[in-house]
């Protein structure tokens, strides 16, 4: 993996496949590189774009730096439009578009940018630490990082049947990274409508026909309330789209 450095000093690295302009994947919550539930369609976007996909801080083969500020993270996002020569599309999965949101809102140069399926919750403004984010912080800091992936799955609504489905190995790369959901926790606790709203950039947003009403609302939310707001709705499953589906919607919306 190549790398960039951070403005704070953080190594964050990241892979670079296929040719084209650029687009840089921002992951979910717990993704990072060798273990990716909820990945970007790479292969087949890589016939149209040079697709970055990189480790958010914490995570894998990237540093970390304390204290975790979403600002620190949107200055990685900064390093690597500059390394991919000055410009980038971004497409957000899940809490990567969280990120993707406030790095556009920060003035980077995005073009254009996809979000799917952003854990939004129609509020003006940002509130503070929910008490959700302290509950993952505590077990976080006491060492119970297989309850605090556990807390965090259930908190967001994954089903049921998927959490105790989940390999042995799923939940130990998992808990290699139980630190980053309070990162995540922390970048949703940071949103708002109004943050939405101060958006300037032309944004997809997608959903699965197979997620959940409230998926599916919160996608509709964010839609209406971006200046330049696209909605598509995929046939695919809870939370997830096949890339053979996902990949040309992605192309042709950001080309």
């Known amino acids: 993996m190549d790398k960039v450095i951070s403005r704070d000093g953080t190594s964050i690295a990241y892979e670079r496949v296929g040719s084209g302009p650029a687009l840089i994947a921002v992951d979910a919550a717990g993704n990072y590189s060798g273990f990716r539930a909820l990945p970007a369609p790479v292969e087949l976007l890589s016939a149209d774009f040079t697709v970055y996909v990189y ?3 914490g ?5 970390d730096t304390a204290p975790y500020a979403v600002a620190r ?3 990685d996002l900064a390093a690597l439009i500059e390394a991919a020569g000055g410009s980038a599309f971004l497409y957000g999965l899940s809490s990567g578009g969280l990120l993707a949101l406030h790095a556009a809102a920060s003035g980077l140069a995005v073009p254009r940018m996809a979000l799917f399926e952003p854990p939004i919750e129609p509020v003006e403004t940002p509130a503070g630490e929910s008490g959700f984010t302290t509950q993952i912080a505590a077990l976080v800091e006491a060492g119970r990082r297989h309850d605090a992936v556990e807390a965090f799955h259930r908190g967001i609504g994954v089903p049921d049947e998927i959490i105790e489905g989940m390999a ?3 939940w130990t790369a998992l808990e290699a990274v139980a ?4 990162y995540d926790c922390r970048l949703s606790d940071s949103m708002s409508l109004q943050l ?3 958006v300037p950039v032309p944004t997809l947003v997608i959903d699965s026909h197979g997620s959940s009403g409230a998926l599916a609302d919160m996608a509709a939310d964010v839609v209406a309330t971006l200046p330049q707001g696209t909605r598509r709705s995929l046939v695919g499953e809870w939370h997830g789209v096949p890339h053979e589906t996902l990949a040309p919607a992605l ?3 950001l080309l």
């Not at 630190?179 to 309070?182: F, G, K, Y």
């Open 55 to 57: 480790d958010r801080r």
């Open 59 to 63: 995570r894998g083969a990237s540093t």
């Open 73 to 75: 993270e949107v200055e």
């Open 168 to 170: 042995p190995h799923v």
């Open 179 to 182: 630190h980053t959901l309070v």
């Open 196 to 198: 939405v709203r101060s």
């Open 251 to 253: 192309a042709g919306y």
